[in-house]
């Protein structure tokens, strides 16, 4: 499953962006074969740096998950000359964030994805104290 569709590229940089990056075939669109191998590749990757810290496959996906399927897949899409120094820039920034969140060093978002907790884990939870030392 891809973390990102080819709408979400469009929405994000636009069609014109998507058939640079997607028009193999030279027809003036952007080829689907094309756009869901990126896609799908991206998103592999990212299992790849994820797979270590969180369960997979994730239940839903995190904004930022999204967003850098979306940076990954445009760069994996593009042929020379196509693939733009804005293009690799966004590509190695999002590996960068990628190793950052598989040490645990940045977290997917304000929580961790569903099903991702600490499995077998044990939460314990106490009442307010009623009583203070003297």
């Known amino acids: 499953m891809a973390y990102a569709t080819g709408q979400d590229i469009i929405d994000r940089y636009g069609e014109d962006e998507l058939i ?3 028009d193999h075939d030279e027809d003036g669109s952007a ?28 239940v ?6 999204k967003r850098l399927c979306v940076d990954m897949a445009l760069y994996h899409m593009s042929t020379p000359p196509a693939i733009t120094e804005e293009k690799r820039k966004r590509y190695e920034d999002a590996i960068k964030l990628l190793t950052l969140i598989s040490t645990g ?5 304000a929580s961790d994805p569903e099903g991702s907790g600490n499995a077998g884990g044990s939460f314990f939870q106490a009442n307010r104290r009623l009583f203070k030392r003297c």
């Open 20 to 22: 640079v990056a997607a």
């Open 31 to 58: 080829d689907a074969p094309v756009v869901e191998r990126g896609l799908l590749d991206a998103s592999e990757e990212i299992d790849v740096y994820i797979g270590e810290k969180y369960p997979l496959p994730l």
């Open 60 to 65: 839903t996906v995190p904004p930022v998950l």
């Open 105 to 109: 060093k940045v977290s997917l978002g």
